[in-house]
Every structure is written in structure tokens, then in C-alpha cells.
T-cell receptor, first 112, second 114 residues
Framework: DAKTTQPNSMESNEEEPVHLPCNHSTISGTDYIHWYRQLPSQGPEYVIHGLTSNVNNRMASLAIAEDRKSSTLILHRATLRDAAVYYCILRDGGVTGNQFYFGTGTSLTVIP | EPEVTQTPSHQVTQMGQEVILRCVPISNHLYFYWYRQILGQKVEFLVSFYNNEISEKSEIFDDQFSVERPDGSNFTLKIRSTKLEDSAMYFC????????????FGSGTRLTVV
């Protein structure tokens, strides 16, 4: 599986937008970009995923670069509950049920 | 919203004992997984299970481990002869049939081997 690179940590003020970057320069044409987050003492939680087009859901937006070598998870208004480790993961869309490889992610701190 | 349920939330066992971690995946999901996370480390894949058999396993998932879907609802991870280094959070997950469907993870079982 292609690797991703994320900053180790980021900070945001409460109620401000947060842009979490991810680089995946070796992404293949069938790789989907998934984002999960892990709140303290909990299991990972699905946030959003996409292939080529930008995606929006109730939790976040995913902006994918035109060359697909990078993406950005956007939290529109950070709350204290968004403090978590955010993982950007590539997963081959040509295979059903295969595993996710979790890296070290970005630890997001939200400042009140 | 449907959930993956794991029991117990915390299990303490003596070294050398066998433990069974239990999971109830989302009812219409077809793919089932176990991951673990040693304190302060990455989330690591152990095994995936589909159509009543293991579809993929990692190097961690050796003969000490086994999985089973004993009935239509439960999915279990058995660890034989536990070692101190098996202490970790164990997460069960399930996913649907659609290719690249996201996983739903349970809240985990904290296993402490003493």
C-alpha cells in the first residue's frame, strides 16, 4: 500500500476551521483516500473518504488535489470534541475487504 | 446509528492463560477484522475474516491467535497462552459489501496480562 505523510501535530482554536494536510505522492489510480480519527481511549472512527472529487459529509470535507498526490481534511468549525489523532490512509479500491494501514497520524489539539 | 459492540471492555488475565475477546459486528456487514494497539503505538492489523474463513492475516497473527464466528452474530478472537506483550487494546471492526466501504470499529477491549 502507498504511504502517506502527515504532520505529527497541529493546533487549532475552538470554532475556527482546521485544515489537516496529507501527502501521498505514490498513490495509485485505484487507491481511495480515507480519513479516520481516534479520540482518546476509543476505537478509530470513520470520517470521510474519496477518490478524485472533493467530498463533503456532516463531519468534514475532503479536498483532493488534481494530481491526487495530496489531500486535505477540513473541519469547518473545530470543537473540543474534535481533539483526536487523525489518520490519512490509502486503500486499494480494487480489493474488497482489505486492511487499513494506520500510520502515526496527526494529533489535533483544540484550544478553547 | 449501528454499532460494533465489544465485550468485555477490560480483561485482566494471568500470563499463560487463554482469553476470548468477543465482538458483535453490524448485522448486515460481511467483513470482519481484528486490530490491536499497544499503549502509545500504532493501530496494527491482525486479521480479516470473510465467508467464514480468514482472508488476510498479519505476521502478528501467529498460532497463538485464532478467530471464529460461532453463530450468526458473534465474532471472537482467542489468544492462547497469553504473554505480557499481548497487553493492548484490541479493536474489532466490520464493513459492508460495497468495495471501499468504510469500517466501523468497536470501542475496544483493553487486555492486561499480568
Amino acid at each position: 500500500d502507498a504511504k502517506t505523510t502527515q504532520p505529527n501535530s497541529m493546533e487549532s482554536n475552538e470554532e475556527e476551521p482546521v485544515h489537516l494536510p496529507c501527502n501521498h505522492s505514490t498513490i495509485s489510480g485505484t487507491d481511495y483516500i480515507h480519513w479516520y480519527r481516534q479520540l482518546p481511549s476509543q476505537g478509530p472512527e470513520y470520517v470521510i473518504h474519496g477518490l478524485t472529487s472533493n467530498v463533503n459529509n456532516r463531519m468534514a470535507s475532503l479536498a483532493i488535489a488534481e494530481d491526487r498526490k495530496s489531500s486535505t481534511l477540513i473541519l469547518h468549525r473545530a470543537t473540543l470534541r474534535d481533539a483526536a489523532v487523525y489518520y490519512c490512509i490509502l486503500r486499494d479500491g480494487g480489493v474488497t475487504g482489505n486492511q487499513f494501514y494506520f500510520g502515526t497520524g496527526t494529533s489535533l489539539t483544540v484550544i478553547p | 446509528e449501528p454499532e460494533v459492540t465489544q465485550t468485555p471492555s477490560h480483561q485482566v488475565t494471568q500470563m499463560g492463560q487463554e482469553v476470548i475477546l468477543r465482538c458483535v459486528p453490524i448485522s448486515n456487514h460481511l467483513y470482519f477484522y481484528w486490530y490491536r494497539q499497544i499503549l502509545g503505538q500504532k493501530v496494527e492489523f491482525l486479521v480479516s475474516f470473510y465467508n467464514n474463513e480468514i482472508s488476510e492475516k498479519s505476521e502478528i497473527f501467529d498460532d497463538q491467535f485464532s478467530v471464529e464466528r460461532p453463530d450468526g452474530s458473534n465474532f471472537t478472537l482467542k489468544i492462547r497462552s497469553t504473554k505480557l506483550e499481548d497487553s493492548a487494546m484490541y479493536f474489532c471492526a466490520s464493513s459492508g459489501q460495497v468495495i471501499n466501504y468504510g469500517y466501523t470499529f468497536g470501542s475496544g477491549t483493553r487486555l492486561t496480562v499480568v
